[in-house]
């Protein structure tokens, strides 16, 4: 199975600064990487699919990038909403994996 | 609009059995693969099972196959996962989840909280 490890664990941050969120991949996905926002007690919400692609109604200030095993989400201006779980998966072969997550903080 | 709702969950003894229920509104039943996809308290998330828009496959998480079913009826619109031989480590929310491109998840429903326990 592929394994996805994310970094930083912890991201402390303030409103209105950059964040860029790694995932590392254990071996090619090619660009079949999708990234996820969990907050506490809501289910997780698809922000980005294929590496770069916003999902319906997610804001620009999310961007994705990268390609086989190495990629980044990008929050250009933290907004108070934003602080958050974020979750890296991979589609590209069964089973489907997940990162075990960035917790961004302010 | 579509809305994934669960239910089903509870306490349940290790080596016993449950039914989950995911009630899907919004959506031709028939267009789309299904997930079910678990997370244990203060963890993070494991995918656990997908059943093709056509019902043609299912795929399932190592752990958990040969113990676990994951099926639809379309007539109701309700995907299901029956769960059996359950063991303390299958304690967690489980959300059903809407397929994008046989890759992705894009709608959730809120989660059931299953506990096995004795």
């Known amino acids: 199975e592929i394994v996805l490890t994310q970094s930083p664990a912890t991201l402390s941050l303030s409103p209105g600064e950059r964040a860029t969120l790694s995932c590392r991949a254990s071996?090619?996905?090619?660009?079949?990487l999708a990234w996820y926002q969990q907050k506490p007690g809501q289910a997780p919400r698809l922000l980005i699919y294929?590496?770069?692609n916003r999902a319906s109604g997610i804001p620009a200030r999310f961007s994705g990038s990268g390609s086989g095993t190495d990629f980044s989400l990008t929050i250009s201006s933290l907004e108070p909403e934003d602080f958050a779980v974020y979750y890296c998966?991979?589609?590209?072969?069964?089973?489907?994996?997940f990162g075990g997550g960035t917790k961004a903080e302010i | 609009q579509v809305q994934l709702v669960e239910s089903g969950g509870g306490v349940v003894q290790p080596g016993g059995s449950l039914r989950l229920s995911c009630e899907v509104s919004g959506l031709i039943f028939t267009n789309h693969g299904m997930h079910w996809v678990r997370q244990a308290p203060g963890k993070g998330l494991e995918w656990v099972a997908f059943v093709r828009s056509d019902g043609s496959e299912t795929y399932y998480v190592d752990s958990v196959k040969g113990r676990f079913t994951i099926s639809r009826d379309i007539s109701k619109n309700i995907l299901y996962l029956q769960m059996s031989s359950l063991r303390a480590e299958d304690t967690a929310i489980y959300f059903c989840?809407?397929?994008?491109?046989?890759?992705?998840?894009?709608?959730w429903g809120r989660g059931t909280l299953v506990t096995v326990s004795s």
């Open positions: 989840a809407k397929d994008k491109g046989v890759q992705y998840f894009d709608v």
């Open positions: 998966q991979q589609g590209s072969n069964w089973p489907h994996t």
């Open positions: 071996q090619s996905v090619s660009r079949s």
């Open positions: 294929d590496a770069s």
